[in-house]
């Protein structure tokens, strides 16, 4: 029965189900529990505490303190937050923060918006791992650098920046590091502290919790703008009445996260590790960023030459297969990724290219399956493609 069709979903870094023990954790605060948690009331004590228990566990996980951690909408809200708050709060200081090529569009946008807004913004590029150059940061802060947005880990290759190193150099020149690690959060070790991380960005639906709600991480002392004015929640700092079913599920997602971080990333590398081998054994596969302890547990990126990339998603649906493209759909137009081609992908094998992202409930035989299905469809795509054709002729 190898020809069995089955439902594969393995497209985690896009996003993930919320385990069941976060359900039931959250349950009584759309309910029972709905106290606003700045009343003075016993009704506001529970919900009160309950943020407090979140912030605490996000606390332990990052090592900051709890009141470093702020609530927000998500990743990409804390991008935004993290990004402009420090450039328009520094703004006395300089007008030069300094990114990469392959940031997600929550901090390259931020970035295009600041520009216009008389900031300058250097963009870092990176080998054909995906690596960002020390050296080439370190020569591109200047007494006008206020801000350094480098990602921990990149959501499409996978690729795991050399942060503690960055930490180190952004402290050394006093400048601010903020990090978008809404990849890596739950998934690699994280050590605000140990890493000289200032400011760091969170989601919660990348670990298995609600969407809707992430984390915005400030190091104490910090000059940052107020992002939300209002009723003066959260410090004042983002006003608003606080989320407090989906903080109390965030808290939950990021203790379990910690608890089977370990277990679980040695459990995806060796899947992760198989499914490579295994397409590269298909000719004229290519993989995308870095490899061992470099590259994210859960991902594979692969690019396939002589491949009609419509096609190959097509027929992946088809067979069930949840995965993502290498070009993204975005207001109708596909836009090829500008993450493979910083690291020099060619067009054309951008839109044959196929990030799998992988998961708690992926399973080997999952992997089995998608190998056999991932030769067959791209040996049928193949034999219409005449470039390929005469590839076999020659
Ligand atoms: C998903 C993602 C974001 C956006 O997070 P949302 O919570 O969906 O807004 C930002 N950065 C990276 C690297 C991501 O993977």
């Known amino acids: 029965m190898n020809n069995m069709k089955r439902n594969i979903y393995i497209d985690y870094a896009a996003t993930t189900y919320m385990k069941s023990e976060v359900l039931e954790e959250m349950n009584p605060y759309f309910t029972e529990y709905f106290g606003n948690p700045s009343s003075i009331h016993f009704m506001s004590r529970k919900t009160k505490s309950a943020i407090d228990k979140a912030r605490r566990r996000v606390a332990k996980v990052l090592n900051s303190k709890a009141d470093e951690i702020f609530f927000t909408s998500g990743g990409s809200e804390s991008d935004n937050w993290g990004i402009k708050g420090v450039a328009f709060a520094n703004e006395g200081k300089g007008n030069h923060i300094i990114t990469t090529k392959i940031e997600h569009h929550a901090v390259l946008n931020t970035c295009k918006y600041l520009e216009k807004h008389g900031f300058k913004v250097t963009y870092l590029s990176v080998n054909k791992e995906g690596m960002i150059s020390l050296e080439e940061l370190k020569n591109a802060i200047s007494d006008k650098t206020i801000l350094v947005s480098i990602m921990f880990a990149n959501n499409e290759i996978g690729t795991i920046q050399p942060i503690k190193e960055i930490g180190e150099i952004c402290r050394a020149k006093n400048v601010l590091f903020h990090t978008d690690a809404v990849q890596a959060t739950g998934h690699v070790f994280i050590d605000v502290d140990e890493m000289n991380i200032d400011l760091l960005s969170l989601s919660a639906h990348k670990f298995y919790g609600p969407k809707g709600i992430g984390v915005l991480y400030i190091k104490k002392g910090i000059k940052i703008d107020n992002l ?167």
Do not use: W
């Not at 209002?230 to 700092?237: L, V």
């Not at 490579?276 to 000719?283: F, M, S, Y």
């Not at 594979?300 to 069930?320: C, K, P």
């Open 228 to 394: 939300i004015h209002g009723g003066s929640q959260q410090r004042a700092k983002r006003s608003g009445t606080e989320n407090v079913a989906g903080i109390v599920g965030l808290g939950k997602a990021i203790e379990l996260a910690e608890e089977t971080l370990e277990e679980e990333r040695n459990r995806l590398i060796l899947l992760r590790d198989k499914l490579i081998d295994g397409l590269l054994k298909i000719p004229y596969s290519k993989l995308n960023g870095a490899v061992g302890e470099k590259r994210l547990p859960g991902n594979v990126n692969i690019s396939f030459e002589f491949v009609d990339g419509e096609a190959l998603f097509i027929n992946l649906d088809t067979m069930g297969i949840c995965a993502s493209s290498g070009s993204a759909c975005s207001a109708g137009s596909v836009e090829p990724s500008h993450v493979l081609d910083a690291i020099g992908i060619p067009q054309n094998m951008i839109d044959s290219t196929v990030r799998f992202s992988m998961g708690e409930k992926t399973t080997e035989e999952d992997i089995d399956y998608l190998l056999k299905v991932m030769s067959d469809i791209i040996e049928r795509i193949r034999k219409l493609n005449s470039e390929y054709k005469q590839k076999l002729r020659v």
